[in-house]
């Protein structure tokens, strides 16, 4: 099982890094001020997020996904892939199929390899009516739908994965235009629980490539519910067919889309080191 001498594990998936703080080996109260405190990169470990668990549940292991401003994300493509491979290589799960519990639905993951380096994410399907995105005004779904955005007007696609997105279309992109864009739509007035937005440009018909804005994090390397979100977008969009890499800053993911609408991701996923919190650290996170 975790080793007892270990405070927290640090991962990432293409560069979207994550800390897992098992609260079986290490008691650590994540108020929204230690959670900042921790994620900080000047003045704490430093991470886009901590995962927080396993829990057991009647369903599976539980884990709670943190964004570095305190905030709670329903489901995380590379954070249930960093999470897989913990609960793998920690001993708390002995096959290779298993599933786990998110505050965004339960997924289901396979193992793909010894070391648990790559893994695969049944991540559910993916709805874009209104009311469970959710986006204001009358319930429809939201396609293709033209948003003002900071005195411009865009052409977006609104969805939920267990989590909320809006993928934007364009010829190109870039991360200055994520930057400039990113916090106008996670706090549009649209979207009363805020959203995740993908800025995307079609390859061809099997590769798309897109600039990330996440919820609660900010500019981000690369995200696998975010890869989800913008390869379902294309596909509802007829641009894309039903296998699709989705390429990013940090690397490319693997996206299936079933007739269903059920969406797999398949992607890579390594630790970077085991940490133990300084005594002084220790004494302002209790002191939080």
């Known amino acids: 099982m975790a080793d007892k001498d270990v405070h927290f594990r640090k991962y990432h998936g293409l560069g979207n890094d994550y800390l897992v703080i098992d609260p079986n080996v290490q008691d650590v109260g994540l108020t929204p001020e230690v959670i900042c405190l921790i994620c900080d990169r000047n003045f704490g470990i430093g991470s886009d997020g901590i995962l927080c ?3 057991d549940t009647k369903d599976g292991p539980k884990v709670r996904i943190f964004n570095p401003d305190g905030s709670e994300a329903e489901k995380s ?3 249930l892939r960093i999470f897989a491979k913990y609960l793998f290589e920690s001993g708390y799960v002995a096959e290779r199929e298993f599933t786990i519990v998110t505050s965004g639905g339960i997924v289901r993951v396979r ?3 010894a070391h648990a380096n790559l893994v695969r994410i049944e991540m559910g399907g993916i709805t874009f009516l209104s009311t469970k995105i959710p986006v204001r005004g009358a319930e429809r779904q939201v396609i293709d739908e033209e948003l003002e955005i900071d005195g411009a007007t865009y052409k977006v696609t609104c969805l939920s994965i267990g989590n909320p ?5 364009m010829e190109n992109v870039s991360e200055d235009k994520a930057r400039q864009l990113g916090p106008h ?4 007035e649209m979207f009363p629980n805020r959203i995740n937005m993908q800025l995307l440009r079609v390859i061809d018909r099997a590769n798309i490539e897109i600039r990330i804005w996440e919820r609660g994090a900010g500019y ?3 995200s696998g519910s975010s890869s989800c979100a913008a390869a379902g977008a294309a596909h509802r969009l007829g641009l894309v067919d039903d296998k699709v890499t989705v390429k990013m800053p940090g690397g490319s993911l693997l996206v299936e889309i079933g007739a269903d609408g059920q969406i797999l991701m398949t992607g890579p996923v390594e630790g970077v080191f085991d940490g133990r919190f300084h005594c002084d650290l220790k004494e302002k996170i209790n002191g939080k």
């Open 77 to 79: 493509g590379n954070g």
């Open 165 to 169: 997105h809006c993928v934007i279309p």
């Open 185 to 188: 739509v996670e706090n549009h």
């Open 53 to 55: 668990g396993p829990v």
């Open 220 to 222: 981000t390397l690369a």
């Open 111 to 113: 193992i793909e390899d």
